[in-house]
């Protein structure tokens, strides 16, 4: 069973940077995209950023290029992935979830629904 995992959050202050983590296992198959996504309050859930094994392609949101960068750890059956984030505004304020398309397919879907295992979420507060 594919299992998430999500850590790091917390609470900082604007332009400061915050790194979280995306612990996943039971990837019997190297052949995912883990995306990151994010929801605030009264808002929609929304993609941040995606990166997909074997070929290692990364994607963002246009709100987040520049500032957050994603990167993995891969080893049998686990990846770690990594969406450091930097200069940090409130209106990245969110619940931040990963969750794995698995198979991949070969892109990273805008759409939730298509994705096939998720994490309980973690809080990242920005304060202004």
């Known amino acids: 069973e594919v299992q998430l995992v999500e850590s790091g959050g917390g609470l900082v202050q604007a332009g400061e940077s915050l790194r979280l983590s995306c612990a996943a296992s039971?990837?019997?198959?190297?052949?995912?995209?883990i995306k990151w996504f994010r929801q605030a309050p009264g808002k929609e859930r929304e993609g941040v950023s995606c990166i997909s094994s074997p070929d290692g392609r990364a994607s963002y949101a246009d709100s987040v290029k520049g500032r957050f960068i994603i990167s993995s750890d891969n080893a049998k059956n686990t990846a770690s992935v990594y969406l450091q984030m930097n200069s940090l505004e409130p209106e990245d304020t969110g619940v931040y979830y990963c969750?794995?398309?698995?198979?991949?397919?070969?892109?990273?879907?805008?759409?939730?629904?298509?994705?096939?295992?998720w994490g309980q979420g973690i809080q990242v507060t920005v304060s202004s």
């Open positions: 039971g990837l019997i198959l190297d052949d995912y995209a």
């Open positions: 969750a794995v398309r698995y198979p991949y397919g070969g892109n990273c879907p805008e759409s939730a629904p298509l994705y096939d295992y």
